[in-house]
């Protein structure tokens, strides 16, 4: 009986514990999409936006994407909260942002990929930023994961290559909180590109409910850019990385320019010219 009575107690303990959130454990979801899930586009048939050259006026552009919802492969929780901190920020600093987020397909994607390349010019700043699942097809590149029916979408690195090399703008920015998504370093093609992503090829990226966000957004963007003020990207990726590397990520860039640094925004006082604000700074 004394047994009986123990064992019921250690039952009514472990119902309490699964029903109270003070104890509720909730491990790390992985953004990793499974090849087998996925459509893939490695040469996207996208319309020519047309050329824009420099006018003399410097605008800010960002395009914005936070997948939540995937028809074969788990959906997100964070993703779109990783978008809409990047969203508020870049409008604070003074960049149009255009916000996807929770189902969003090929289609949609390539309607404002397509307005993005049709606006900026020659002397404009972009941002590209995407949050969702990533994947890599046997380790020789890597694709954003899209939502779709009945597959769900794979946008490869390639296909982002092309569309991209459509920009009239020499300042570009890109930014991927997803898994196995280092390949994505392709994207920078000259001088004034960066690219900052959550994993190479075979790593994972995470998102963590007692961060809110994925782990990479959370600790690039909250804690390097908007607490620790850093103003270079170099500076925010650093501290990404050593904060990720504890969480058995593997976070990469891709720096068009080593030699100088990259900010969202003109950057004064210190030298360069001219009235004092410019795009890189000397390392």
């Not at 047309?50 to 939540?68: H, I, N, R, W």
């Not at 600093?93 to 390539?110: F, H, N, P, Q, R």
């Not at 994993?199 to 966000?213: P, Q, V, Y």
């Amino acid at each position: 009986m004394r047994i009986q009575l123990i064992v019921i107690s250690m039952l009514l303990l472990a119902l309490i514990c699964i029903h109270t959130p003070i104890f509720r454990f909730r491990l790390p979801k992985l953004r990793a999409a499974d090849p087998n899930s996925v459509e893939v586009i490695t040469s996207w048939e996208f319309p020519n936006p047309g050329s824009q050259p420099a006018d003399g006026v410097v605008e800010k552009y960002a395009l914005v994407v936070g997948v939540t919802d995937y028809t074969l492969n788990p959906d997100l929780e964070y993703t779109d909260d990783d978008a809409y901190s990047w969203a508020d920020y870049l409008e604070s600093i003074g960049y149009e942002v255009k916000l996807l987020t929770g189902y969003v397909d090929a289609s949609t994607l390539e309607r404002e990929l397509y307005f993005l390349l049709e606006t900026e010019d020659g002397d404009d700043y972009v941002a590209f930023i995407f949050a969702g699942h990533g994947v890599n097809f046997f380790f020789l590149y890597s694709a954003i994961v899209l939502s779709g029916w009945p597959l769900d979408t794979a946008i490869s690195q390639y296909a982002l290559k092309d569309i991209f090399s459509y920009a009239d703008s020499k300042h570009i920015f890109f930014f991927f909180d997803a898994c196995q998504i280092g390949g994505m370093s392709t994207l920078v093609t000259s001088s004034e590109r960066y690219a900052a992503m959550a994993s190479d090829m075979i790593h994972t990226a995470i998102e963590d409910s007692s961060l809110g966000h994925g782990a990479f957004t959370y600790f690039f963007l909250i804690e390097g850019i908007i607490r620790s003020d850093y103003k270079y990207m170099e500076q925010a990726f650093d501290y990404a990385y050593d904060e990720c590397k504890k969480r058995s990520m593997n976070p990469t860039e891709a720096d068009g320019d080593p030699e100088s640094y990259f900010a969202l925004y003109p950057v004064s006082g210190s030298g360069g010219g001219g009235g004092g604000d410019f795009f890189y700074e000397i390392k």
